[in-house]
């Protein structure tokens, strides 16, 4: 097995989590288990391959766990390991840090529609 070396910790998270999607779809999945069809709905600019693949990678990456249902039409659902639950405290401060700065570039006069808010109880944003 070759030795990784990371410069710092963020690389080590960000090659997980990092990319357009991954952080989406696990914001997501931490209020709960969903099929690929539910999370396919939640993020509509998303590709059915794309999704696909990330899920696939997070899976890979001990993240989502992935349960098949044997029945007609087959029935996937996924869900957040234990693992993939100890991201959510990082997953919540992206979700109300994002959340803050619309708030902010509104009130600064710039058009920004967010079609929901977050709905994740105690987000508080630690100083830094």
């Known amino acids: 097995m070759t030795e990784k070396t990371y410069n710092i910790g963020v ?3 960000m090659e997980i989590i990092g990319g357009k999607w991954k952080a989406i779809i696990l914001c997501h999945l931490r209020h709960g288990t ?3 069809g539910e999370l396919r709905r939640a993020i509509p600019t998303i590709t059915q391959k794309m999704l696909t693949q990330q899920l696939r990678e997070l899976e890979a990456d001990g ?3 992935r349960e098949i249902f044997n029945q007609v039409p087959p029935h996937v659902e996924y869900s957040l390991t234990e693992r993939g639950e100890t991201l959510n405290h990082v997953l919540n401060q992206l979700c109300t840090w994002g959340e803050q ?3 902010e570039r509104r009130a600064n006069g710039e058009a920004i529609t967010l079609i929901h808010r977050d709905d994740v109880p105690n987000k508080t ?3 830094a």
């Open 11 to 13: 690389e080590a998270t």
């Open 34 to 36: 969903m099929r690929s």
């Open 63 to 65: 993240i989502v766990h």
């Open 101 to 103: 700065n619309i708030d």
């Open 125 to 127: 944003v630690s100083p």
